[in-house]
């Protein structure tokens, strides 16, 4: 089966903000889930939308394929390297605060065009009704 892997590393957003969004999107196909990051108004569909974005368009010059026929394999959000600083607290004490960034991981194999849901097959159904 063939893969196209993209890995986007030290992304300045915490993994917890990122991972909400995740099981959404892994149920749809690439395009779809493009589509719906597009409109989402917080910074961390931004961001996913930037990194799926870029995952296409790897897979379209790797696989030569169109974005239909491409499929989630892997879709992760790892934790990266911690920023560690601190703030003045009461009496002088330092407070410890840790800036978390992320990892981005997507892998896109190619389908066989089962049963995804492709845009085709969503504009059939919409001209049905």
């Not at 196209?4 to 991972?19: C, F, G, H, V, W």
């Not at 589509?35 to 569909?45: I, S, V």
């Not at 169109?66 to 003045?88: M, N, Q, S, W």
């Amino acid at each position: 089966m063939e893969k196209s892997k993209t890995y986007l590393k030290n992304i300045a957003m915490s993994p917890k903000k990122l991972r909400f969004y995740i099981e959404s999107i892994k149920k749809m196909s690439p395009a779809i889930a493009l589509d719906h990051l597009f409109y989402g108004k917080q910074k961390a569909t931004k961001i996913l939308y930037q990194a799926l974005k870029s995952a296409i368009s790897n897979a379209k010059q790797s696989l030569k394929v169109e974005d239909d026929l491409l499929k989630f394999g892997v879709f992760t959000i790892e934790e990266g390297r911690k920023l560690k600083r601190y703030r003045p607290g009461g009496r002088g004490t330092p407070k410890p605060i840790v800036k978390r960034r992320s990892h981005i991981k997507i892998v896109l194999i190619k389908s066989e065009n089962d049963k995804s849901m492709t845009k085709s097959k969503l504009q059939i159904k919409k001209t049905s009704k």
